[in-house]
């Protein structure tokens, strides 16, 4: 996300490594041979060519309209305030009309709305984050919108958890000092449904603090995998094993961080990886879609990160890294995670636009299921992606990416047969899309452009998105 202190959008692009990768999805294995190389390059078709909007909002294929849902500074809350500034990771739950969001607000400081410090809902008063729930219809029409949760600092991604609530990450290691009066860099949990369930915020330290970004839950373990957006050193992949005889459930977390030892229960541990005996340092040793690694896990020292932060209390030796961890997904029995980007100039072994990973728990491998290639031409409309952020799986197949790179700004669709294609293009500015999340009947794709702030339902002709001539190559 941008409030990354070098975001991705700000980095000067050194050696050329290619134009968009071949890229797979789903749970096909990986597309292999020069014929999927041609494939991929070749620009993709999806639902059809994105039409301008003459509005100058959203382009989008044939067919597909939109609804705006929230905007920033326009709509109210049910408080009376303005919907704030800068929506990000969005959980979506079945509703009893519709659908209920759940949507994180990347605020830090200087955002011109932030989500209201209402008595009750607050974590820390001097901070200005948090999330709000909408509860729209069945076509995606706003009938409620409040605030959540309140007082958390740069809440950026999360995820959802198998008993319907949603995990809220704060992207920060911000600690208490000035207008702060608590530590940050936490993971909070939200009751889409009961608000009640969400006074006196309970910050689920056993997570770690650190620059948190996504998570993903296992759906039968209730293990929990995390991701931190950092850099100098660059971040880390961390799993979470609950303690023995753990019941995941609405309030679980919440009461475990409420026990004695709530800070520090379970196990939290870091990701090393092997290609067979030798050591990874860096995800971005990895240039071929198909590669996989070995998985071990290390524990954190001092998880809430007193003295030192957690990444650096470790050495390259002992974990492996990757710049721009970013979105989490669980689908196909796995976590889906992001790395957005990756350069020489921030530590990173090659360079590369984007990389798509996904964990096995059941092999204990990570697999690169998708990169992009450095993005040469980033303002033009050429099917060259760059800077995949928040990630949903789509029910229609393979997987939708929120695209925060340079220039034009897309969301990206990438097919089970692996390839690219456009699904929105932000026609107003270059601002990042965040959120991408389906309703529960998969008719609606909720999506957000983060400034100046808009929550978009998007609807339309939805199936499997079209191969076109990639079918003629692999027939």
């Not at 909408?134 to 409040?146: S, T």
């Not at 020292?301 to 007193?306: F, G, L, N, S, T």
């Not at 925060?404 to 692996?418: K, N």
Request: aromatic fraction near 8%; hydrophobic fraction near 35%; charge should be negative.
């Amino acid at each position: 996300m941008t409030s990354s202190p070098i975001s991705r959008r700000s980095m000067l692009r050194g050696g050329a490594a290619g134009a968009l990768g071949i890229v797979v999805a789903g749970n096909l294995d990986v597309i292999a041979g020069p014929a999927a190389a041609r494939a991929a390059a070749r620009p993709a078709v999806g639902y059809g060519e994105l039409v301008p909007d003459p509005a100058g909002l959203l382009a989008l294929p044939p067919g597909f309209s939109y609804t705006i849902v929230a905007q920033a500074g326009v709509t109210l809350l049910e408080s009376g305030q303005p919907t704030p500034s800068d929506a990000d990771g969005t959980g979506c739950f079945l509703g009893r009309e519709g659908s209920v969001l759940v949507n994180n607000h990347e605020i830090g400081g200087s955002e011109p709305f932030p989500v209201p410090a209402l008595a009750g809902l607050t974590y820390d008063p001097g901070a200005r984050g948090g999330t709000t729930t909408i509860e729209v219809d069945a076509q995606g029409r706003r009938l409620r919108e409040y605030v959540s949760v309140a007082g958390t600092h740069n809440n950026c991604a999360g995820g959802i958890t198998p008993w319907g609530t949603w995990l809220t990450c704060e992207e920060t290691e911000q600690k208490a000092g000035g207008r702060y009066l608590k530590d940050h860099g936490y993971t909070f949990e939200v009751d889409p449904h009961d608000r009640s369930a969400n006074l006196d915020p309970v910050p689920l330290k056993f997570l770690g603090r650190y620059a948190h970004e996504a998570v993903a839950v296992d759906p039968y373990t209730h293990a929990i995998y995390l991701t931190e957006d950092a850099g100098g050193p660059n971040g880390l992949y961390f799993r979470w094993t609950p303690p023995a005889g753990f019941r995941g459930g609405k309030g679980a977390l919440r009461a475990l961080a409420q026990r004695p030892d709530g800070d520090t229960v379970g196990s939290l541990q870091a990701m090393k990886c092997f290609r067979g005996s030798q050591h990874v340092a860096d995800l971005s040793e990895a240039t071929t879609p198909g590669t996989r690694y070995k998985v071990e896990w290390v524990d954190v020292p001092d998880r809430d990160a007193k003295t030192v932060s957690v990444r650096k209390q470790f050495t390259d030796e002992q974990v492996t890294r990757s710049r721009k961890l970013e979105g989490a997904w669980w689908a196909d029995g796995g976590a889906y995670f992001v790395a957005s980007f990756a350069r020489h100039s921030d530590g990173s072994v090659n360079e590369h636009d984007g990389q798509v990973w996904f964990y096995d728990p059941r092999t204990e491998t990570v697999t690169l299921k998708t990169i992009f290639g450095v993005n040469q031409n980033p303002d033009e409309e050429a099917g060259n992606y760059d800077g995949p952020d928040n990630i949903t799986v789509s029910p229609y197949g393979g997987v939708i990416l929120a695209e925060d790179g340079e220039g034009l700004s897309h969301l990206v669709g990438v097919t089970e047969q692996g390839k690219a294609y456009p699904l929105a293009r932000n026609e107003l500015n270059d601002s990042e899309f965040t959120g991408p999340t389906f309703s529960a009947d998969g008719k609606i794709l909720f999506a957000n452009i983060q400034s100046p702030g808009y929550v978009f339902a998007i609807t339309g002709p939805w199936g499997r998105p079209s191969n076109a001539d990639l079918a003629a190559d692999h027939s």
